[in-house]
Structure formats: C-alpha cells, structure tokens
C-alpha cells in the first residue's frame, strides 16, 4: 500500500510536535537547574536521563522523516 502525501505530512507534523515538546521541556529544565539554581529532585534526574536523548532522535527521524521512529522514542518515552 503506498501512503498518501496527507499522511505522509502529518506524520511529519506529529514528529515536529513531540520535537518541540521535547526541546522545551529540556530548555526548561535545564534553565530551572542552572539559571535559576533549583536543585532537581532523585525522580527529576531520572526522568531528564530518558527525556534529553529525545531531542536529538527525534530531530534525526525528521530528516529524512523515519516512519519507524515510534520504535526509538516509545521506550524512552514509557521509561521517563
């Protein structure tokens, strides 16, 4: 079965979303511990471990878009 060029996109727009959600929340936390000086908590390092990797997988299924990309990040995802 060949994709359509609509669900082709809004794969793409569905992976550039959850990318930018992980990118802010990684700059958002990064800017509470060093910024602002917060000391995170055990269970917020944890959850950085398996969030930060996100960024960066996720900008690689982008380009070219990675249909399996869901096989990378769900783990991660699940476990942070």
């Known amino acids: 079965m ?3 060029k609509q669900t082709t996109d809004l794969n ?3 992976t550039f979303l959850c990318w930018l959600i992980a990118s802010v929340s990684t ?6 511990s060093e910024i602002m000086e917060f000391p995170p908590c055990a269970l917020c390092w944890y959850q950085r471990v ?3 990797p996100l960024v960066f997988i996720l900008l690689a299924g982008l380009f070219p878009h990675d249909k399996n990309i869901v096989r990378y ?5 699940l476990a942070g």
């Open 50 to 52: 398996f969030m930060f």
């Open 12 to 14: 793409w727009s569905i």
């Open 2 to 4: 060949v994709q359509s």
């Open 27 to 32: 700059l958002g936390s990064l800017f509470f």
């Open 73 to 77: 990040i769900l783990p991660l995802a």
